[in-house]
Nanobody, 121 residues
């Protein structure tokens, strides 16, 4: 199993960024996918998840209305669109996979290496 994130970088407050995650080595179309983040000195936070079909999504209150998760099962890809970014969104963002429910953060057991997102002027 391998998950590879890309798309992180430096963005100004109010800006947008799209993260991508490529999945290898498991049945992607049968797996729920999620995004987590961890800022320095803080615990890892579940940003949100998407069901295997893409029909259902869940978002943490801290990002609801600003972030969107989507997936392309034909390409084994999942995306995190981040809009109206704030300095407090600065963190390492991780893609994760689970055979469980998309909103059950404790069941995610496959992880990528993470990509840094920095929101600063």
């Amino acid at each position: 199993v391998q998950l590879v994130e890309s798309g992180g970088g430096l963005v100004q407050p109010g800006g947008s960024l799209r993260l991508s995650c490529a999945a290898f080595g498991f049945t992607f179309s049968s797996s729920a996918m999620g995004w987590f983040r961890q800022a320095p000195g803080k615990e890892r936070e579940f940003v949100g998840g998407i069901s295997w079909s893409g029909a259902f999504t869940y978002y943490a209150d801290s990002v609801k209305g600003r972030f969107g998760i989507s997936r392309d099962n034909a390409k084994n890809m999942v995306y995190l669109q981040m809009n109206s970014l704030k300095p407090e969104d600065t963190a390492v963002y991780y893609c994760a996979a689970t055979a469980g429910y998309y909103n059950a953060y404790q069941t995610y057991d496959y992880w990528g290496q993470g990509t840094q997102v920095t929101v600063s002027s």
